[in-house]
């Protein structure tokens, strides 16, 4: 069933594509992507869960013991900031760096593993995820200078603000906008609160390609 938000946007239908393990695998069939960069268990699938409206949408890699690409999410939307009518977009779970002895090393790897994700036109736009309750971290900042380097827009998105208080919600959203030279949008998977916000932003990042 279709699912209303509070945007004048209905969410038709959200579901899992693929797991690409190659540049081959990804689809390319007009339908702008969105990636979203961001460290290990800063909560990319729990966004993704959220903007879906569904608990369980996203998963971790079908394929085992590969290294992927991305795992891809295709939302089927009417309305919005995406329309007039029926728009599509598909949400891209990059790797998480952080995982591996922490801070530039993972980054590096990051870079590595995305070059061929990267490399095709249909990318509309980036998602930069930090976590709010820990600004400055050097892995944050170094991945933030990566995506200067590459020819698409690119947003920073503050998840799990839910978790601070008001004192400490104000400092680190300042602190991060400092750090990573950007205005910051602050979101919760749990609450909802700046998910309307994303999807516009989304929607502006879709139909605004390239």
């Given at each position: 069933m279709?699912?209303?938000f509070g945007i004048d946007m209905k969410l038709i239908d959200a579901r899992f594509v693929?797991?690409?393990t190659g540049a081959g695998e990804i689809p390319r069939d007009g339908v702008p992507h969105v990636a979203l960069v961001g460290r290990s268990n800063v909560g990319k699938s729990s966004l993704i869960n959220a903007?879906?409206?569904r608990?369980?949408?996203a998963r971790t890699s079908a394929a085992a013991g590969k290294t992927r690409l991305a795992n891809l999410y295709r939302f089927d939307v009417e309305g919005g900031a995406?329309?007039?009518g029926r728009w599509?977009?598909?949400l891209a779970d990059l790797p998480g760096y952080g995982y591996a002895r922490g801070g530039r090393e993972s980054v590096a790897a990051l870079r590595d593993i995305a070059e061929a994700y990267f490399s095709f036109d249909g990318i509309a736009g980036v998602l930069h995820l930090v976590d709010a309750r820990h600004p400055g971290l050097d892995s944050d900042v170094d991945a933030a200078e990566w995506l200067t380097t590459l020819n698409v827009e690119t947003a920073t998105i503050a998840t799990k603000v839910d978790k601070l208080s008001r004192s400490e919600r104000t400092r680190n959203l300042k602190a991060l906008a400092r750090q990573l030279g950007t205005a910051v949008t602050p979101t919760a998977a749990v609450n909802g609160e700046g998910l309307d916000d994303l999807w516009i932003l989304i929607a502006r990042l879709s139909r605004h390609r390239p």
């Amino acid at each position: 069933m279709p699912r209303a938000f509070g945007i004048d946007m209905k969410l038709i239908d959200a579901r899992f594509v693929t797991s690409a393990t190659g540049a081959g695998e990804i689809p390319r069939d007009g339908v702008p992507h969105v990636a979203l960069v961001g460290r290990s268990n800063v909560g990319k699938s729990s966004l993704i869960n959220a903007l879906a409206r569904r608990q369980h949408l996203a998963r971790t890699s079908a394929a085992a013991g590969k290294t992927r690409l991305a795992n891809l999410y295709r939302f089927d939307v009417e309305g919005g900031a995406g329309g007039p009518g029926r728009w599509s977009v598909y949400l891209a779970d990059l790797p998480g760096y952080g995982y591996a002895r922490g801070g530039r090393e993972s980054v590096a790897a990051l870079r590595d593993i995305a070059e061929a994700y990267f490399s095709f036109d249909g990318i509309a736009g980036v998602l930069h995820l930090v976590d709010a309750r820990h600004p400055g971290l050097d892995s944050d900042v170094d991945a933030a200078e990566w995506l200067t380097t590459l020819n698409v827009e690119t947003a920073t998105i503050a998840t799990k603000v839910d978790k601070l208080s008001r004192s400490e919600r104000t400092r680190n959203l300042k602190a991060l906008a400092r750090q990573l030279g950007t205005a910051v949008t602050p979101t919760a998977a749990v609450n909802g609160e700046g998910l309307d916000d994303l999807w516009i932003l989304i929607a502006r990042l879709s139909r605004h390609r390239p």
